[in-house]
């Protein structure tokens, strides 16, 4: 889908104008073999460049639904990560690390026309 590749890459274009360069941090699962008790594969923390935005959420969105009943608190954020160039996405585990600040991000919506990412609209919260 050569249309939506180029979509793609005006999000990444836009965000990288608009926005900063922060880094997504989260942790593998591992694997663990209960009978031996042991980590064959221990849990790892990994992490990655992103382009984002982060924003404060308006009066009217603050207290409303944000999606599944997760309520949008005071102090959550609004992050906006281009997909293009990401080697995993986001995940309710991510953490976003914005200047030594990190933000959980407790709920996520993609923009995915046609099976091609184009960016995460995610809720932060410290």
């Known amino acids: ?3 939506y590749d ?3 890459a005006v999000a990444l274009e836009l965000i990288t104008e608009f926005g900063s360069a922060q880094t997504l941090r989260d942790v593998t699962a591992g694997v663990y073999d209960e009978i031996s008790g042991t980590w064959t594969t ?3 923390d990994i992490s990655q460049p992103a382009q984002l935005i982060l924003l404060d959420y308006t009066l009217q969105e603050s207290g409303q639904q944000y999606a599944e009943g997760s309520e949008i608190r005071q102090g959550d ?3 906006i990560i281009a997909a293009k160039g990401l080697a995993w996405p986001p995940a309710l585990t991510t953490k976003v690390d ?3 600040v990190l933000w959980q991000i407790v709920n996520i919506k993609e923009s995915n026309p046609a ?3 184009l960016v995460y609209f995610c809720q932060g919260r410290k």
């Open 1 to 3: 889908m050569a249309f």
């Open 6 to 8: 180029d979509m793609a």
């Open 42 to 44: 221990p849990p790892s």
């Open 77 to 79: 954020k609004k992050v």
């Open 98 to 100: 914005v200047g030594g």
């Open 115 to 117: 099976g091609t990412p």
